[in-house]
């Protein structure tokens, strides 16, 4: 049995059940995933897959108790946990957290993370810290998979790091990110107030906008592709239908000074699906 997150990445889910694994979804409610019903539905996880740094795609941060309380019931049931990190460089409010895996001390943690996100997508590098025991394994079945990636890139990558630059670019980046964030938060509360309600994030490059009036998000997400803009219903981020209806929004690829423009047409393409639904 694999703890899910749910919401939950959506590729991660289906490669789990695409290897024959039990995927047992677990809410989240406001300190990370829900470990008093995941222990008590399912007490015996083989492993846990989870994103306390920015939970996906709520956007909920992981509190200290309850990543000391998840590793805790990782160690006495014999569990092993996936952290996946994968943008929690983008922080734009106090001082991030410690990741699961630099608390934990029975080694535990499969701690995973990407330079997608920090740098850019045709990186395609992506990285696996394991614990001390597992290296020469994971060594292995690496190169088993074949090189997946370019070593000419991995070699430039590294000497950025080296560098300093990598801190530099992440620290430009953030004030960048952190100005487009509050920009679509800006134009959507004075734009499209009447369709929807934006949840602020203190990280990362999406926010998560709930839709009034109980428009399917699916029927909004189409309406928005109609009018050439990119969105993602929240539903498709659960394993069973559900209530709750939002859109998740991404905003790190968009210059402030289209954002306007862009909200105004977003609040007509929803306007009119409301209307003809």
């Known amino acids: 049995?694999?703890?899910?997150e749910n919401p939950g990445h959506i590729a991660g889910r289906d490669v789990m059940k695409l290897m024959g694994a039990n995927v047992a979804p677990i809410p989240i409610d406001n300190e990370g995933i829900d470990?008093?019903?995941?222990?008590?539905?399912?007490?015996?996880?083989?492993?846990?897959?989870?994103?306390?740094?920015?939970?996906?795609p709520l956007g909920t941060t992981m509190s200290l108790l309850r990543r000391l309380?998840?590793?805790?019931?990782?160690?006495?049931?014999?569990?092993?946990?996936?952290?996946d990190d994968y943008d929690s460089e983008f922080r734009y409010?106090?001082?991030p957290l410690p990741a699961l895996s630099a608390l934990d001390r029975e080694r535990r943690v499969f701690y995973v993370g990407t330079f997608s996100k920090s740098m850019f997508s045709a990186v395609r590098i992506g990285y696996i810290v394991v614990p001390p025991g597992l290296v020469d394994t994971f060594a292995k079945a690496r190169n088993l998979l074949g090189q997946s990636s370019s070593p000419v890139v991995e070699q430039a990558l590294s000497r950025f790091i080296d560098d300093g630059r990598l801190v530099e670019h992440i620290r430009k980046m953030r004030r960048i990110y952190r100005e487009r964030r509050d920009t679509l938060l800006d134009?959507?509360?004075?734009?499209?107030?009447?369709?929807?309600?934006?949840?602020k994030t203190d990280?990362?490059?999406?926010?998560?906008?709930?839709?009034?009036?109980?428009?399917?998000?699916n029927k909004a997400h189409r309406a928005l592709l109609d009018a050439g803009i990119e969105s993602l219903p929240l539903s498709v981020y659960y394993i069973e239908p559900i209530n709750k209806s939002?859109?998740?929004?991404?905003?790190?690829?968009?210059?402030?000074?289209?954002?306007?423009?862009?909200?105004?047409?977003?609040?007509?393409?929803?306007?009119?699906?409301r209307i003809h639904r």
Not at 1 to 4: A, G, I, L, R
Not at 70 to 83: F, M, Q, T, V
């Open 187 to 199: 134009c959507i509360n004075r734009d499209c107030a009447d369709c929807l309600v934006p949840q």
């Open 246 to 273: 939002a859109l998740v929004l991404g905003f790190s690829g968009v210059p402030p000074k289209r954002m306007p423009n862009l909200v105004r047409r977003m609040a007509s393409a929803i306007r009119a699906a």
């Open 93 to 95: 409010r106090g001082r």
């Open 1 to 4: 049995t694999v703890w899910y």
């Open 203 to 217: 990280a990362g490059m999406h926010i998560l906008a709930f839709l009034k009036n109980g428009l399917d998000d």
């Open 35 to 56: 470990l008093n019903f995941a222990a008590r539905m399912h007490p015996k996880p083989t492993l846990i897959f989870t994103t306390p740094s920015h939970q996906q």
């Open 69 to 83: 309380a998840l590793l805790k019931y990782a160690h006495e049931n014999n569990a092993w946990i996936i952290e």
